[in-house]
C-alpha cells in the first residue's frame, strides 16, 4: 500500500489539479451563482459521482494494461508529466478566464441539475486523462495489489475535490465579488498554479531514484 508521504503528495497534487478551473469547477459554481448554493451542491453531487464512474474505468483498464505490459509504467509517466505541462500552460496563458463569471443559466430541477453535473464530468476529456495518465505516477506493483492502490488514491482525489468544490460553491457569490475588486489577485492566483503545476510536470518527468 501508499506510505502516508506518497499519499500527502499525492493529495497536494490534486488539491492544485482540483484549483485550476475546469468544466466541473465552472458548472458548479455557475449554478451556485445562478441559482443558489442548494443547486450547486446538487450539481456537485451528480459530478462526484462522475468521478466514481471514471475511478471504476480507469482502475480496471490500468490493473490489466499494467499487468500485460509492465514498461507502459514509463510511457504513462511521460503522459502524465505532458498532461501537467498543459494544464500549467492552460493557466499561464494570455486570456485565461474565471469560473466565477456571471452567466445566465436557465433554473432547472434538482434532478436535471444532478444529471447535468454527472454528464459534465463524465464527458471531461481532463479527468479521464488524469485517472490514466497521473495514478501510475504512484501506484507501486512490487507492494501488491495495483487495484487496491488505484482505488486508494481514487478515494483521496475524490475527497479533495469534493471539499474543495463544496467551498467553492459555498462561498462564490463572495469570491466572485472578491475576483471583481481584484483583478491582480486573480492574475497571481493563475501565475502560481500555472508555475507549481510545470513544477510537478518536472518531477513526475524524473525518474524515481532508488
Same mark, same amino acid.
Given at each position: ?5 506518497? =499519499? ?11 484549483? =485550476? +478551473? ?6 458548479? /459554481?455557475? $449554478?451556485?451563482?445562478?441559482? #443558489?448554493?442548494?443547486? &450547486? ?10 468521478f466514481v464512474a471514471h475511478l471504476v474505468a480507469a482502475t480496471l483498464g490500468l490493473s490489466a494494461l499494467l499487468a500485460a505490459v509492465p514498461v507502459a509504467f514509463d510511457a504513462l509517466r511521460i503522459a502524465g508529466a505532458a498532461y501537467l ?8 496563458? +494570455?486570456? &485565461?478566464?474565471?469560473?466565477? @463569471?456571471? $452567466?445566465?443559466? +436557465?433554473?432547472?430541477? +434538482? ?5 447535468? &453535473?454527472?454528464? =459534465? ?15 501510475? @505516477?504512484?501506484?507501486?506493483?512490487? $507492494? #501488491? ?8 488514491? #481514487?478515494?483521496? @482525489?475524490?475527497? /479533495?475535490? &469534493? ?10 457569490? $463572495? ?36
Amino acid at each position: 500500500m501508499l506510505t502516508f508521504a506518497e =499519499t500527502a503528495l499525492f493529495a497536494l497534487t490534486a488539491l492544485v489539479l482540483v484549483l =485550476t +478551473p475546469g468544466p466541473n469547477m465552472i458548472y458548479c /459554481v455557475s $449554478r451556485a451563482l445562478s441559482q #443558489g448554493r442548494a443547486a &450547486g451542491l446538487i450539481s456537485l453531487a451528480g459530478v462526484l459521482v462522475g468521478f466514481v464512474a471514471h475511478l471504476v474505468a480507469a482502475t480496471l483498464g490500468l490493473s490489466a494494461l499494467l499487468a500485460a505490459v509492465p514498461v507502459a509504467f514509463d510511457a504513462l509517466r511521460i503522459a502524465g508529466a505532458a498532461y501537467l505541462l498543459w494544464l500549467a500552460w492552460d493557466a499561464l496563458r +494570455p486570456g &485565461g478566464s474565471t469560473p466565477f @463569471q456571471a $452567466r445566465q443559466l +436557465p433554473v432547472d430541477a +434538482p434532478g436535471r441539475l444532478f444529471r447535468m &453535473g454527472l454528464l =459534465t464530468n463524465l464527458l471531461n476529456p481532463k479527468v479521464a486523462i488524469f485517472y490514466i495518465s497521473f495514478f501510475p @505516477q504512484f501506484l507501486h506493483p512490487e $507492494r #501488491g495489489s495495483v487495484l487496491l492502490q488505484s482505488l486508494q488514491l #481514487g478515494a483521496v @482525489q475524490i475527497v /479533495v475535490s &469534493g471539499t474543495v468544490n463544496t467551498l467553492l460553491v459555498l462561498g462564490a457569490a $463572495r469570491i466572485a465579488a472578491f475576483l471583481a475588486r481584484s483583478r491582480g489577485w486573480l492574475k497571481a492566483q493563475r501565475y502560481l498554479m500555472g508555475t507549481v503545476l510545470a513544477a510537478l510536470a518536472v518531477r513526475m518527468a524524473l525518474p524515481e531514484q532508488k
